[in-house]
């Protein structure tokens, strides 16, 4: 199942430093589905493809005996104002943290960054932004 991001009913949260993943409480496979918010359902079949567009919920569930998943990130129009937006969110809450954050906070390839680094990261950001790398 899929439901764009204005499916408000879903209470959708963001990992604080990450540009791209929502995600959700609630479960759309058991939650009674508010009438305004239909989504979209489908069942995939040996070699289909799913696309997942940024920001968007989906819930999955198997229906066979076994089944194989591969993600995979692809650039799309956006990410770069994406990439600036998230550089803002990091320089602005890292210095507010007292303490290292809950392992959730951050993806598992991701470090919490020093403020100098975190001004950097946005510069980097800001030059690929205004097209100057």
Known sequence: MLFDPSSSWLGGHRLPFEDSSTFTDLDPLEEEIPQRFTGLRTTLHPGDVLVIPRHWFHA??????????????????????QRVHEAIARCLASPLLEV???GWWLNPDEDLLETSENIEFLMSALQVQLGRE
Do not use: I, K, M, Y
């Not at 999955?60 to 104002?81: F, H, I, M, R, Y």
């Open 100 to 102: 290292r954050p809950e």
């Open 60 to 81: 999955v569930e198997c229906t066979s005996s076994w089944s194989l998943s591969l993600n995979q990130w692809l650039d799309a129009p956006g990410d770069a104002e």
